[in-house]
């Protein structure tokens, strides 16, 4: 299904906000427009977790703690998606995955809110 690129994290301050980009060069417009694409985290010492989920039709799915201050988009001619998180909390740290289908994944990128 090609390759994914992230991009985006960073350290901010508890309150603020950061976007993620998680973008698929290589990715055919109709598997990037035919699957399901989701956004994981893994905390230090934590399982992988869903963040939010964006299925075909427009159906989005968030974890309860994220739910109205995350919100997953795409851009299909890009083939890229996006994570906009808003009111980072300290336990919104840690790394977090892009991936397209459960088959495709990104190498992972750090967001840190420090306590």
């Known amino acids: 299904q090609g390759r994914l690129v992230e991009s985006g994290g960073g350290l901010v301050q508890a309150g603020e906000s950061l976007k993620l980009a998680c973008k698929g060069p290589?990715?055919?417009?109709?598997?990037?427009?035919?699957?399901?694409m989701a956004w994981y985290r893994q905390a230090p010492g934590k399982e992988r977790e869903l963040v939010a989920e964006?299925?075909?039709?427009?159906?989005?799915n968030y974890e309860n703690s994220v739910k109205g201050r995350f919100t997953i988009s795409k851009d299909n001619v890009k083939r890229t998606m996006y994570l906009q998180m808003d009111s980072l909390k300290p336990e919104d740290t840690g790394v977090y995955y892009c991936?397209?289908?459960?088959?495709?994944w990104g190498q992972g990128i750090q967001v840190t809110v420090p306590s």
């Open positions: 964006l299925i075909p039709g427009g159906t989005t």
């Open positions: 991936t397209l289908g459960g088959q495709s």
């Open positions: 290589t990715v055919i417009l109709s598997v990037f427009i035919g699957n399901a």
